[in-house]
């Protein structure tokens, strides 16, 4: 069973720039969420992804967008990025159909540094 | 609105000795509790969960939280712990559609 895989592992952009991290979910799991560290800090809920919608977000702004693909992996896409988005960014996937009631297991994450 | 607060930011404690992580809560809805670990240069990992039934529940490695609604706590223990027990520890609690993760207590087991 292949667990929650991201890419790239580490990742430098500068500021104003567009950024694409990529997931993919644990073999059998429908739902993606993504979720930004920052440092010495808890995960920040972005957002949820069940059938290809966004299904639940986080306060982050609209720069902060997503896709969900049939094959149930994903992409985190992050537009003019500004310092403050420096952090890692875990991706997570869960067996329950469009809800966060249960464990989510998670990828080892993307280091973004924005310059 | 929902909120975790993990008091205590940094917990030292001696290699066999017993320790509590704290962890509070508010939310106006139900909710789902969750204790995830993160050990050094690694992803989150499940500890153990409360979505219903028995408030004590435990995990695999000794480490057992108890949810208690009139105080809204859901505090991590174990009575003796280990060297390998040194890690980031993060309380988290959802509803249908949204995840509060708390800001972490980092557990130094000392030798």
């Known amino acids: 069973e292949t667990g929650v895989t991201q890419s790239p592992t580490h990742l430098i952009k500068t500021r104003g720039q567009q950024v694409t991290l990529r997931c993919s979910s644990q073999?059998?799991?429908?739902?993606v969420s993504w979720y930004q560290q920052a440092l010495g800090q808890g995960p920040q809920f972005i957002f949820q992804y069940y059938r290809e919608e966004e299904n639940g977000r986080g306060n982050f702004p609209p720069r902060f967008s997503g896709l969900q693909f049939p094959n149930y992996s994903s992409e985190l896409n992050v537009n003019a990025l500004e310092l403050d988005d420096s952090a890692l960014y875990l991706c997570a996937s869960s067996p329950t159909s469009g809800s966060l009631s249960n464990e989510q297991f998670f990828g080892p994450g993307t280091r973004l540094t924005v310059l | 609105a929902q909120s975790v607060t993990q008091l205590d930011s940094q917990v030292p404690v001696f290699e066999e000795a017993p320790v509590e992580l704290r962890c509070n809560y508010s939310s106006s809805v139900s909710v789902y509790l969750f204790w995830y670990v993160q050990y050094p240069n690694q992803g989150l990992q499940l500890l153990l969960k409360?979505?219903?039934?028995?408030?004590l529940v435990e995990s695999i490695n000794g480490f057992e939280a108890e949810f208690n609604k009139s105080q809204t706590s859901f505090h991590l223990r174990k009575p003796s712990v280990h060297i390998s027990d040194t890690a980031e520890y993060f309380c988290a609690v959802s509803s249908y559609d949204k995840v509060i993760f708390g800001p972490g207590t980092s557990l130094s087991v000392i030798p």
């Open positions: 409360y979505l219903s039934g028995s408030t």
């Open positions: 073999s059998g799991h429908n739902t």
